[in-house]
Protein backbone atom coordinates (compact mmCIF):
# COMPACT_ATOMS: atom_id res chain seq x y z
CA UNK A 1 0.00 0.00 0.00
CA UNK A 2 2.59 2.43 0.92
CA UNK A 3 4.46 1.74 -2.56
CA UNK A 4 1.37 2.43 -4.21
CA UNK A 5 1.38 5.91 -2.29
CA UNK A 6 4.70 7.12 -2.87
CA UNK A 7 4.75 5.91 -6.47
CA UNK A 8 1.37 8.38 -7.15
CA UNK A 9 3.30 11.32 -7.33
CA UNK A 10 0.96 12.88 -5.37
CA UNK A 11 1.50 14.69 -1.90
CA UNK A 12 -0.03 13.85 1.55
CA UNK A 13 -0.50 14.73 5.00
CA UNK A 14 0.78 12.55 7.69
CA UNK A 15 -1.55 12.60 10.76
CA UNK A 16 -2.56 10.49 13.97
CA UNK A 17 -5.04 8.95 14.92
CA UNK A 18 -5.14 8.16 18.32
CA UNK A 19 -7.22 6.81 20.64
CA UNK A 20 -6.95 8.77 23.50
CA UNK A 21 -6.61 12.08 20.93
CA UNK A 22 -10.33 12.78 20.80
CA UNK A 23 -12.47 12.81 23.56
CA UNK A 24 -15.23 15.29 24.99
CA UNK A 25 -13.66 15.18 28.17
CA UNK A 26 -10.28 15.39 27.11
CA UNK A 27 -8.26 17.24 24.17
CA UNK A 28 -5.23 15.91 23.00
CA UNK A 29 -5.83 17.89 19.69
CA UNK A 30 -2.02 19.37 18.45
CA UNK A 31 0.20 17.16 20.20
CA UNK A 32 0.98 14.47 17.75
CA UNK A 33 2.83 15.50 14.57
CA UNK A 34 0.87 16.36 11.29
CA UNK A 35 3.03 16.93 8.44
CA UNK A 36 1.99 18.30 4.92
CA UNK A 37 2.89 17.74 1.18
CA UNK A 38 4.62 14.97 2.11
CA UNK A 39 5.77 12.61 -1.25
CA UNK A 40 8.03 10.32 -2.57
CA UNK A 41 9.85 8.37 0.15
CA UNK A 42 9.94 10.81 2.64
CA UNK A 43 6.32 9.66 3.26
CA UNK A 44 7.83 6.73 5.43
CA UNK A 45 10.22 9.20 7.34
CA UNK A 46 7.41 11.05 8.10
CA UNK A 47 4.70 8.33 9.23
CA UNK A 48 7.52 7.28 11.81
CA UNK A 49 7.81 11.04 13.01
CA UNK A 50 4.20 10.65 14.01
CA UNK A 51 3.99 7.73 15.81
CA UNK A 52 7.57 8.61 17.10
CA UNK A 53 5.96 12.16 18.38
CA UNK A 54 3.80 9.73 20.66
CA UNK A 55 6.58 9.12 22.66
CA UNK A 56 7.57 13.21 23.30
CA UNK A 57 7.56 14.90 26.66
CA UNK A 58 4.42 16.94 26.13
CA UNK A 59 2.30 13.83 26.05
CA UNK A 60 4.13 11.82 28.07
CA UNK A 61 3.44 14.57 30.52
CA UNK A 62 -0.13 14.65 29.56
CA UNK A 63 -0.20 10.32 30.83
CA UNK A 64 1.14 10.64 33.15
CA UNK A 65 -1.30 13.12 34.89
CA UNK A 66 -4.48 11.19 33.27
CA UNK A 67 -4.11 7.72 34.64
CA UNK A 68 -5.65 5.42 32.55
CA UNK A 69 -5.03 6.65 29.59
CA UNK A 70 -1.68 4.75 29.16
CA UNK A 71 -3.66 1.48 28.71
CA UNK A 72 -6.06 3.03 26.13
CA UNK A 73 -3.16 4.23 23.91
CA UNK A 74 -3.05 3.06 20.42
CA UNK A 75 -2.07 5.21 17.36
CA UNK A 76 -2.20 4.66 13.58
CA UNK A 77 -1.03 7.08 10.64
CA UNK A 78 -3.67 8.44 8.79
CA UNK A 79 -2.51 9.20 4.53
CA UNK A 80 -4.76 12.26 3.42
CA UNK A 81 -3.52 13.57 0.04
CA UNK A 82 -3.55 17.36 -0.21
CA UNK A 83 -6.17 19.45 -1.75
CA UNK A 84 -5.35 22.36 -3.70
CA UNK A 85 -7.04 25.20 -1.09
CA UNK A 86 -8.26 28.65 -1.38
CA UNK A 87 -8.85 28.94 1.95
CA UNK A 88 -9.35 26.33 5.41
CA UNK A 89 -9.63 26.33 8.90
CA UNK A 90 -11.68 25.17 11.78
CA UNK A 91 -15.49 24.95 12.95
CA UNK A 92 -16.43 24.87 16.97
CA UNK A 93 -19.90 23.67 16.68
CA UNK A 94 -19.98 25.51 20.73
CA UNK A 95 -18.53 28.04 22.53
CA UNK A 96 -15.31 25.91 23.58
CA UNK A 97 -14.80 28.03 26.38
CA UNK A 98 -18.27 28.58 28.01
CA UNK A 99 -20.18 25.72 26.62
CA UNK A 100 -22.70 27.79 24.97
CA UNK A 101 -24.38 25.54 22.70
CA UNK A 102 -26.25 27.72 21.00
CA UNK A 103 -23.29 29.07 19.53
CA UNK A 104 -21.15 27.82 16.69
CA UNK A 105 -17.44 29.49 15.84
CA UNK A 106 -15.89 29.32 12.37
CA UNK A 107 -12.47 30.42 11.66
CA UNK A 108 -11.04 31.33 8.32
CA UNK A 109 -7.67 32.08 6.50
CA UNK A 110 -6.09 31.61 3.13
CA UNK A 111 -4.38 28.73 1.73
CA UNK A 112 -3.68 25.54 4.40
CA UNK A 113 -5.65 26.13 8.24
CA UNK A 114 -2.39 25.15 9.96
CA UNK A 115 -1.90 28.65 11.37
CA UNK A 116 -5.28 28.55 12.51
CA UNK A 117 -4.89 25.03 14.26
CA UNK A 118 -1.86 25.72 16.26
CA UNK A 119 -3.07 29.37 16.90
CA UNK A 120 -0.47 31.28 14.77
CA UNK A 121 -2.25 32.29 11.94
CA UNK A 122 -2.52 36.28 11.88
CA UNK A 123 -5.33 36.87 9.16
CA UNK A 124 -8.19 35.14 10.27
CA UNK A 125 -11.67 35.63 9.68
CA UNK A 126 -14.07 34.77 12.56
CA UNK A 127 -17.54 34.21 12.36
CA UNK A 128 -20.28 33.27 14.98
CA UNK A 129 -23.94 31.74 14.32
CA UNK A 130 -26.62 31.50 16.05
CA UNK A 131 -28.21 28.46 16.12
CA UNK A 132 -31.53 29.09 17.62
CA UNK A 133 -31.89 32.34 15.16
CA UNK A 134 -29.89 30.33 12.02
CA UNK A 135 -27.42 33.89 11.23
CA UNK A 136 -24.43 35.36 12.32
CA UNK A 137 -24.44 37.30 14.86
CA UNK A 138 -20.69 38.27 14.89
CA UNK A 139 -18.05 38.71 12.08
CA UNK A 140 -14.35 39.96 12.51
CA UNK A 141 -11.05 40.14 10.56
CA UNK A 142 -10.25 40.21 6.82
CA UNK A 143 -12.84 38.55 4.08
CA UNK A 144 -11.57 34.89 3.50
CA UNK A 145 -15.33 33.70 2.82
CA UNK A 146 -17.99 34.50 0.93
CA UNK A 147 -21.54 34.94 2.84
CA UNK A 148 -23.01 31.51 1.01
CA UNK A 149 -19.73 29.60 1.77
CA UNK A 150 -19.72 30.99 5.17
CA UNK A 151 -23.64 29.39 5.82
CA UNK A 152 -22.57 25.94 3.64
CA UNK A 153 -19.86 25.65 7.06
CA UNK A 154 -22.44 26.21 9.45
CA UNK A 155 -25.12 24.01 8.26
CA UNK A 156 -21.85 21.29 7.99
CA UNK A 157 -22.09 21.67 11.85
CA UNK A 158 -25.09 21.29 12.04
CA UNK A 159 -25.25 18.24 9.78
CA UNK A 160 -22.47 16.42 11.43
CA UNK A 161 -23.35 17.49 15.07
CA UNK A 162 -26.66 15.63 14.29
CA UNK A 163 -24.39 12.57 12.74
CA UNK A 164 -22.69 12.41 15.94
CA UNK A 165 -25.79 12.25 18.60
CA UNK A 166 -25.94 15.76 19.17
CA UNK A 167 -22.86 16.17 19.89
CA UNK A 168 -21.33 19.49 18.90
CA UNK A 169 -18.07 18.85 16.69
CA UNK A 170 -14.30 20.72 16.35
CA UNK A 171 -14.51 20.18 12.41
CA UNK A 172 -10.83 21.03 10.29
CA UNK A 173 -11.94 21.99 6.98
CA UNK A 174 -10.63 22.99 3.57
CA UNK A 175 -12.62 24.77 0.54
CA UNK A 176 -10.97 24.20 -2.86
CA UNK A 177 -10.95 26.50 -5.65
CA UNK A 178 -13.64 25.37 -7.50
CA UNK A 179 -15.76 25.93 -4.91
CA UNK A 180 -15.63 22.17 -2.87
CA UNK A 181 -15.53 21.91 0.53
CA UNK A 182 -14.01 19.18 1.80
CA UNK A 183 -13.65 17.60 5.70
CA UNK A 184 -10.66 16.99 7.06
CA UNK A 185 -11.17 15.84 10.43
CA UNK A 186 -14.24 16.27 12.81
CA UNK A 187 -14.09 14.89 16.37
CA UNK A 188 -16.03 15.68 19.47
CA UNK A 189 -15.79 19.43 21.03
CA UNK A 190 -13.73 19.52 24.03
CA UNK A 191 -15.43 22.02 26.23
CA UNK A 192 -13.58 23.33 29.07
CA UNK A 193 -15.77 23.67 32.43
Known amino acids: LLTDYKQSNKAFSTRSSATIEDDSKDSMAGMFDTHLNVSGDALVTQAIAVIRSAFSP ?3 QHLQNNQGLVEKMKIAVVLQEMVDVRCAGVI ?3 KAQTGDTDIVEIEANQGLGEGIV ?3 AKEVESYKFSRSERRVVERKGP ?3 SQPEAKALFMLSERLRQEFNDTPQDIEWAIDSSGQIWVLQSRDLYIRR
Do not use: P
Open 58 to 60: QII
Open 92 to 94: FGA
Open 118 to 120: SGE
Open 143 to 145: EVL
